[in-house]
């Protein structure tokens, strides 16, 4: 079991009246290698639920297990090389620094954890050429089409070899074929054994590409439903082709 | 921590938005300039002072000059007004009183006169090593056909042979006694001995010197040649008839005698001298680079004849006749410069008025050290203001950044780290600011030091060469540093703000 979540309860507060729960006693188990979706309504908690996996946010109550550590009892610093070392993250928005070239961007987390430059620099190039945006290395991020930008998102998030990668609607801003292209990846690198975890409302992507398709709804987990790998395979040899044909 | 990628990052975040920085920069820039050139005249007028006058027993020597004596009596706290009344009225009576007293004092006169008798007294003074009377007198003049009343002439140290450097023409006087004078090159030129070979001309030659009319030991200026017009115009006021114009034109021309004759004149018995002097040199006006003594050419500034002491203490003893010799001004040289303080004082205690150079010295340097503290001060409020722009640029972008601070933290980075980004950010706009200042107050001194310099050769009679302003190494680093840790000060409050960033919110999708 990588992640134990038990319980989990995340209310905000907002303009100080009544808080407000995003999730309400959620519990959920996720083995390793699993590439799970959750699925469900803005509003249901899922990206609440994600966020509070990678580490980004604390739960208001209740109790979260990664590879055993318990994150709730974690400090603000703790967090921080959690999600270093063991977190990758995509969004939907992208999220790449403007100013910084590809390979640069790619290279980030690597700054933090001190590695030096000409090792960033090869490092952040094999991951380029593993999502096939070799050269681009030296492009900036509005040089870049959507699709492109969500790969070197992707490369980003898997330049420190992450146990967990995180998708929140990673596809929210593409068009089908590239989404395609980005699933593809998401799968050949659940099949190198990192865990995925990919928040999503569009039941149609769950139901091709996921092991497990988790259903939420008003902060509480649903439904919850594994799958066989076959379509997933089948997905990826499909997605990896499309890829290749673009690269 | 890699330090060398975070000021990588840094330096990223300040090359996005270079004309917002630069101006912030500039900031900096401004304070630091205005810091450093303060600072460095401050230090090279301090230099320029003690470098000209600290040489040569400057700082032994003690100006001594005729005192007002204290009147043990008069001491404010000692006058008591008696009989029966209310304090309000005693106190306002002896208000009265001490400001009578202090009226007597000054009325009193110069009731301690530099005599042969009262330096004698004061040589036995602890510390003292030697007084010296100098003698400062003014003399008629006639030399071929020109004419001047009250020439002011000196009598030189004649063993130090301090002026001889400065003889153009001619010699050195040959002995202490010799009837024999060295004449300013100004007075030649106001003469009409313009060129050097004008003036070198005079040397052999001889000129007469006597005493200014009626002057006693007081030696009063003589009254000014005026015309008629001029006298009307003086007095117009008082509407003087033509007779009585005529009166005060020929009494104007008497003055000295009269006054004499006023302050008591059976007393003080002048005897009119007459001497014939031998040009034997011609006396430049000091330069840069001259030794600069106080001796000499502190006190004779104006003179325009020089000759040994010893002739001009046997001219003055003539010319005072069976009176006391009165000197106007001795010089005190005490044994070590520590000590120059505390005789000054003893002599000021016993009524003299006394003042050393080390005193003076003392005081301008501790004036100075005010004056540059408080325009550092204002200067300082250049540097804050800079620091309120620091603070604000700093403040907008963290908030346009608020995404990429958000990212920063998604992929790993610590509070700590995003804090230093932002740090390191600003500690480079201060440190920019303050080498930019740095580098450009040191260019803004070379032609600052000509001006400065100038100024000087106006405003004073010795010129100076050195420089005025000066850049010592710590004041180098001083600015640079300065610059940095304000603008570190400055980011602190930003870089707080930056790793408080809520990385949910700030990557929210929107």
């Known amino acids: 079991m990588i992640v134990q979540i038990t319980d989990v309860w995340r209310q905000y507060r907002m303009g100080g009246a009544e808080p407000v729960a995003a999730l309400r006693g959620a519990t959920l188990a996720i083995e390793a290698g699993e590439f799970t979706c959750l699925l469900g309504k803005s509003g249901s908690g899922k990206s609440t639920l994600m966020n509070l996996i990678g580490g980004l946010d604390r739960p208001t109550k209740g109790s979260i297990e990664v590879d055993g550590i318990e994150l709730s009892r974690m400090s603000a610093r703790e967090l921080s090389l959690y999600r270093r070392e063991k977190i990758g993250f995509v969004f939907q928005s992208f999220n790449l620094v403007g100013s910084m070239r590809a390979w640069e961007n790619v290279s980030l987390p690597l700054v933090f954890a001190g590695v030096p430059r000409a090792e960033r620099k090869r490092r952040a190039d094999e991951m380029l050429e593993r999502v096939g945006l070799a050269r681009r290395a030296d492009h900036r991020p509005t040089q870049l089409s959507g699709g492109e930008q969500q790969r070197v998102a992707f490369a980003r998030a898997l330049i420190s070899h992450p146990r967990i990668l995180l998708g929140d609607e990673p596809t929210g801003n593409l068009d089908s074929a590239t989404s395609e292209q980005i699933m593809a990846l998401m799968v050949e690198e659940n099949r190198r054994g990192t865990t995925i975890v990919m928040v999503t409302h569009d039941p149609d992507l769950a139901e091709r590409y996921a092991s497990r398709i988790v259903r939420m709804a008003d902060g509480a987990v649903v439904g919850d439903t594994r799958r066989e790998k076959l379509f997933a395979t089948e997905a990826t040899e499909k997605g990896t082709e499309a890829a290749s044909q673009r690269g | ?510």
């Open chain 2, 1 to 510: 921590m890699s330090w060398i990628a975070m000021i990588g990052l840094a330096l990223g975040g300040l090359l996005r938005k270079k004309g917002r920085n630069t101006l912030t920069m500039l900031g900096v820039f401004i304070g630091v300039f205005a810091l450093t050139m303060i600072i460095s005249l401050g230090q090279g007028l301090m230099a320029v002072i003690t470098g000209t006058v600290s040489g040569d027993d400057n700082l032994r020597q003690i100006s001594l000059l005729p005192g007002f004596g204290i009147k043990q009596n008069d001491k404010p706290e000692e006058i008591v007004i008696e009989g029966d009344m209310s304090e309000r009225r005693r106190e306002r009576l002896r208000r009265a009183a001490i400001a009578r007293s202090q009226l007597r004092q000054t009325a009193s006169g110069q009731s301690l006169r530099l005599t042969e008798e009262s330096l004698d007294e004061l040589r036995k003074l602890e510390h003292v090593q030697s007084i010296k009377p100098l003698i400062l007198r003014r003399y008629q003049v006639d030399f071929e056909g020109h004419h001047s009343d009250g020439t002011q002439t000196f009598g030189i140290d004649y063993a130090r042979r301090h002026p001889e450097s400065r003889v153009i023409a001619g010699r050195y006087p040959s002995s202490n006694e010799a009837d024999e004078v060295l004449v300013h090159e100004y007075l030649l030129y106001t003469w009409g001995y313009v060129t050097e070979e004008q003036a070198a001309g005079v040397v052999g030659k001889t000129l007469v010197i006597s005493s200014v009319k009626g002057a006693g030991e007081d030696n009063p200026m003589p009254m000014p040649e005026m015309s008629p017009q001029d006298l009307q115009a003086l007095f117009r006021d008082l509407k003087l008839s033509e007779a009585e114009l005529a009166a005060v034109a020929t009494l104007s021309k008497r003055l000295p005698e009269i006054l004499a004759k006023l302050r008591g004149g059976e007393q003080r018995r002048g005897i009119a001298i007459r001497r014939e002097l031998k040009i034997v040199g011609v006396l430049r006006e000091p330069e840069a680079g001259d030794r600069f003594n106080l001796l000499e050419d502190g006190q004779s500034t104006q003179a325009d004849l020089f000759f040994a002491e010893g002739l001009a203490d046997r001219l003055l003893r003539e010319a005072a006749g069976s009176g006391d010799v009165v000197y106007q001004r001795a010089l005190v040289m005490v044994d070590d410069p520590s000590h120059a303080e505390a005789v000054e004082q003893k002599l000021r205690d016993k009524g003299y008025t006394a003042f050393s150079v080390a005193t003076v010295l003392k005081r301008l340097e501790s004036s100075l050290t005010v004056v540059t503290v408080i325009l550092s001060f204002l200067t300082g409020i250049a540097l804050i203001v800079a620091t309120l722009g620091i603070v604000n640029t700093m403040i907008t972008s963290v908030i346009e950044r608020t995404r990429e601070i958000g990212v920063w933290k998604a992929v790993g980075a610590t509070n700590t780290q995003v804090q230093i980004v932002f740090l390191i950010e600003s500690a480079l706009i201060g440190l920019g600011g303050g080498l930019l200042g740095l580098g450009v107050a040191a260019l803004a001194m070379l032609p600052g030091d000509i001006i400065a310099r100038n100024l000087i050769a106006q405003r004073t009679s010795f010129p100076y060469e050195g420089a005025v302003f000066i850049l010592p190494l710590w004041l180098q680093v001083t600015g640079p540093v300065l610059g940095t840790l304000v603008a570190i000060l400055a980011a602190i409050y930003p870089a707080r703000r930056a790793s408080r960033v809520d990385p949910v919110t700030a990557l929210r999708h929107d």
